[in-house]
């Protein structure tokens, strides 16, 4: 096996260099369009292995093209996803929001009527101990006027 050449950057996968990138396209295309001129001969040996090399990069090239584009799409799909469910997401915290707001608004009403309501159960409740005592006392005041009648009565 004959072991990769190792590059300035980095170890034998070291991403090359943008010059070394386009020449070393240009040379497989190269390659590949001469081979592919000769319909009928298949390279042996070296060149044959170069030529198989060449065609499997260029071929694993295009696939993580697709794939990138693959990635990149699902990667856009996601965001837009995200920032769908933050924007539902704020709007049920707005709704909740306003609701409660509702409430306690309607709350404080109610709490007011509820106060205004026993105010005047209480002044209700005030008189009628008050009228309560004055029918007591006018009880009382007819319990001895009939005992004065009776004695006068008893005595006649």
Known sequence: QASLPRRAGGGAFARP???EDLLRRGAMAGLSESLAS????KPTGMKGKVHDLASTLQTQNEELGIEKGHMQTIKNQNSNSTNGMQGQLNDIKRYFQA???RMQEEFKVNLKLQEAENVRLQQQVTQ?????????QQIIALQRRVEEIEEEIGHE
């Open 17 to 19: 260099q943008p010059e």
């Open 99 to 101: 609701d409660l707001q």
């Open 128 to 136: 009628l101990k008050g009228e309560k005592t004055s029918i007591h």
């Open 38 to 41: 000769t319909p009928s001969r």
